[in-house]
């Protein structure tokens, strides 16, 4: 199974980024996804998830009401659209399969 993130970058306060998470070697369709976030010398922490059918998706409540989780099962994509980013932001973000995590995209909030 092979999980590739992209789309992170630098972005100022209140700004935008769109992460996408493109997955093979398992049934994409199948699976819950979900994307993480890491700080240096911190725990994983759970952003969001999304079921197989891309009903009822889960946030953290930190992220809640300025992130979007979605997915595109003919793409075997997952994308998390990210608004109004603040500083604490800052992470390398990881999507997450059924058997483990990708390389990680880096996102930077900072003016």
């Known amino acids: 199974a092979q999980i590739v993130e992209s789309g992170g970058g630098l972005v100022q306060p209140g700004g935008s980024l769109r992460l996408s998470c493109t997955a093979s070697?398992?049934?994409?369709?199948?699976?819950?996804m979900s994307w993480e976030r890491q700080v240096s010398g911190k725990e994983r922490e759970f952003i969001a998830a999304i079921f197989p059918t891309g009903n009822t998706p889960k946030y953290a409540d930190s992220v809640k009401g300025r992130f979007t989780i979605s997915r595109d099962n003919a793409k075997n994509t997952v994308i998390l659209q990210m608004n109004n980013l603040k500083p604490e932001d800052t992470a390398v973000y990881y999507c997450?399969?059924?058997?483990?995590w990708g390389q990680g995209t880096q996102v930077t909030v900072s003016s």
């Open positions: 997450r399969g059924p058997r483990g």
């Open positions: 070697g398992f049934t994409f369709s199948s699976y819950m």
